[in-house]
């Protein structure tokens, strides 16, 4: 948990809400940046707990005569957002933000209980059958219902769930799930030691690290440690079995466990990367071929954005395509370039259809041709370098609010941070200091669900794209992807 925060601008900035029950764009942008570490936001709503605003809120009304809360178009009731943070009494009460429209606040409805939340989705479809899902919860969900894809949850102590689908999961507790049937795989540290796993004839409780359950729609169930220890409780014994590293056991709903080899092949202990490395000499063709087998759980429109990250000039691609098991599967036609400097890249991003016709459990391959020019000096040998980074889509209708707040990502020993604010401005810092390099008056726009960076000192546009609400997406800079963060400052 990051503790950190700026108190003395938390402080104003609450002491202006709770006062004049209003805040500008900007102040509100950046309340709501702020309100994304754990620590503010927790001393936030130990500061509004007592306020009157928080009396008028529960009682029903636009306000009081001592402190009238102002419905402007910066005021937005966004409690829904927060109340997924945070659980308990206060995180019902918090005021939201919201950059375009206006609504009259309105009582608070109960809040959202969670432990935990969505930290990597891959290829993900969602079983609908059940009414409890992530869908109904935004990213902080109590219930995962997944008919295929991965997903990764993280629960605040530390402990990282990777589900597999088909797969229902239920996030129970603070340090406790169930798995209905499926497969998993938890990471637990050593501050959540005694984490627990039930399943339908029994339970699991984690000793130290890693292990691994896969519970089948019979409640025939297996269980493996790849690190650690855990403790093996079944409905129908009452002795409590130890398993350690490399171990497993079959468990069937009647009859004895049984000792079977550790599967470590049947189970996804992370969310896959996306990113696939690629070097091409100067002067010769690189025919480049990455398993892609881990991305593909679906029919969808895939996304390779090719990158150079070192290089004096422009590589050229071509030919890219995706194959299952040597069959071409989709291709985009089109050339693109790509080379290792801000906004030079153009048309570097490709899109592949994989129509539900032609998916298909397999061997999936994305081939693309790479074309790299000759240096200017004879006899130097340095190669292109660069990432293939594989999409599985963007958000389709990602739109100006979705992008304002801070964008965390490093490059070349920095830690950066892009700001894009509610007045249409933009601003660039390097471990927390302004480097203006050309953002002196930078400015951002909308277009096709992109958000586009421009400036008078420079003369190309920054493409950006959102992965999911948390993941900004560098189209055609050598970067690698941001994270929405809390606003650090001294």
Request: proline share 5%; glycine share 8%; with cysteine.
């Amino acid at each position: 948990m990051n503790n950190e925060f700026p108190v003395k601008t938390l402080r104003a900035l609450t002491d202006k809400l709770i006062d004049s029950g209003s805040l500008s764009d900007a102040e509100l942008a950046k309340l709501e940046t702020l309100l994304a570490n754990d620590a503010a936001r927790e001393w936030f709503i130990s500061s509004v707990h007592d306020s009157a605003l928080i009396e008028a809120f529960f009682d029903g009304k636009t306000g009081s005569p001592e402190k009238p809360v102002v419905a402007t178009k910066s005021n937005i009731v966004w409690y829904r957002r927060l109340a997924t943070f945070s659980t308990g009494f206060a995180a019902a009460v918090v005021l939201g933000l919201g950059i375009f429209g206006a609504k009259i606040f309105s009582p608070a409805p109960p809040p959202i209980q969670t432990a935990a939340r969505v930290t990597g989705l891959v290829g993900v479809i969602w079983d609908k059958s059940v009414s409890a899902s992530l869908t109904d919860n935004g990213l902080a969900p109590d219930y995962l219902a997944l008919r295929a894809g991965l997903a990764e949850v993280t629960y605040g102590n530390g402990v990282r769930v990777t589900v597999q689908g088909p797969c229902h999961f239920s996030i129970t507790g603070q340090n406790t799930g169930k798995l209905d049937y499926g497969k998993l795989v938890a990471y637990v540290p050593p501050v959540a030691t005694g984490f627990s796993v039930d399943y339908a004839h029994g339970k699991i409780t984690d000793i130290g690290t890693e292990f691994a359950m896969d519970v089948a729609h019979d409640g025939n169930a297996e269980v493996g440690v790849f690190e650690g220890e855990i403790k093996v409780q079944r409905t129908s014994d009452k002795e409590v079995l130890s398993l350690f590293a490399n171990q497993a056991l079959a468990m069937p709903v009647s009859g004895e466990a049984q000792s079977v080899p550790l599967n470590r092949e049947k189970f996804i202990r992370r969310i896959p990367t996306r990113d696939f490395r690629w070097e091409a000499m100067p002067g010769k063709t690189l025919q480049f071929s990455a398993d892609v087998s881990h991305l593909i759980w679906k029919s969808a429109e895939y996304i390779a954005i090719f990158k150079s990250f070192q290089g004096p000039g422009s590589v050229r691609i071509s030919q890219v395509r995706l194959l299952r098991d040597g069959q071409e599967i989709a291709r985009d036609a089109h050339t693109g370039l790509t080379r290792a400097a801000a906004g030079v890249s153009s048309d570097n991003v490709f899109r592949l259809n994989v129509s539900q016709d032609n998916f298909s459990n397999g061997q999936w391959t994305l081939e693309a041709t790479l074309d790299a020019p000759s240096l200017e000096t004879p006899g130097l040998a340095h190669p292109y370098i660069g990432i293939l980074q594989l999409e599985e889509g963007f958000i389709l209708h990602a739109t100006a609010k979705d992008f304002i707040g801070s964008w965390f990502y490093p490059y070349g020993g920095y830690r950066y941070e892009r700001r894009f604010l509610p007045d249409g401005t933009a601003q660039l810092l390097r471990d927390g200091v302004t480097a203006p390099m050309g953002f002196s008056n930078a400015r951002w726009k909308i277009k096709d669900n992109e958000l586009l960076t421009y400036s008078d000192n420079f003369d190309f546009v920054e493409r950006h794209a959102l992965r999911d609400p948390d993941t900004l997406i560098f189209l055609n800079a050598p970067y690698e992807n941001a994270k929405r963060e809390a606003v650090s400052e001294k």
